[in-house]
């Protein structure tokens, strides 16, 4: 089974739409992150946990808003999808840091097409 | 404004030769330097990475090559093989945060 699992993996909606994105990881890991990926530009991101009760910014948070609702799960949710947010969307998850690096590890990725 | 800039944007390769994709950086603050493999329908998975105070490091037919005073850092791979095709990102990250910064991608192909 897969550690990071993102579901769906794939979604059409329209402009104005709600929509959320899970995320659930079996890594045991305190840390999770959003990031989207646009062609040319990278991965950038979005928020970030470091437990339940700890939610941050990230780069480009505006649109977006994220629940951790449990150390295993992380959702990110657009209020009201537009089209520029278009984009493939992944979760990760790393271990605490202590001033040092380490690793994230990414899931599959959401697809997501607004129209 | 990106944090790491990489080039090419696309690579072909013919089986054997080697690869080579190189990033540059500004902020001097970033002690972290990893490699990301991604293949299509997969996300990113840590390739290799390196800490600036060496200037190379190797695992395979993959090595990095750090050039800290000019803020550089490229990606070799040696004897390309096809199953080496995948899009590949640099990175960096200070130590401790949580923002890991991307290069935009390269998309190597390995011809057979």
């Known amino acids: 089974d897969a550690d990071v699992t993102q579901t769906p993996r794939n979604r059409i909606t329209k402009t104005g739409k709600r929509i959320m994105l899970e995320c659930s990881q079996t890594?045991?890991?305190?840390?999770m992150y959003w990031y989207r990926q646009d062609p040319g530009l990278g991965l950038r991101l979005i928020y970030y946990?470091?437990?339940?009760?700890?939610?941050n910014k990230g780069e480009i948070s505006d649109g977006y808003s994220v629940s951790r609702q449990a150390q295993a799960k992380f959702s990110l949710s657009l209020e009201s999808a537009i089209p520029n947010q278009t984009a493939l969307y992944f979760c990760?998850?790393?271990?605490?840091?202590?001033?040092?690096?380490?690793?994230?590890?990414f899931g599959p990725g959401t697809r997501l097409t607004v129209l | 404004q990106q944090q790491v800039k990489q080039s090419p944007q696309s690579l072909i390769v013919q089986k054997g030769g080697i690869s080579i994709i190189n990033c540059a950086y500004e902020?001097?603050?970033?002690?972290?330097f990893p490699w990301y493999q991604q293949f299509p329908g997969k996300g990113p998975a840590l390739l290799i990475a390196?800490?600036?105070?060496?200037s190379e490091k190797k695992e395979g037919r993959f090595t990095i090559s750090f050039n800290k005073s000019a803020k550089q850092f490229s990606l070799h791979i040696m004897d390309s093989q096809p199953g080496d095709s995948a899009t590949y990102f640099c990175?960096?990250?200070?130590?401790?945060?949580?923002?890991?910064?991307f290069g935009t991608g390269t998309r190597l192909t390995v011809i057979p």
């Open positions: 990760a998850t790393s271990e605490s840091s202590t001033g040092s690096y380490n690793e994230q590890f």
């Open positions: 890594k045991g890991h305190d840390r």
């Open positions: 946990s470091f437990d339940v009760k700890d939610i």
């Open positions: 902020n001097t603050a970033f002690d972290y």
């Open positions: 390196i800490r600036p105070d060496v």
């Open positions: 990175a960096a990250i200070i130590g401790g945060a949580n923002n890991l910064f």
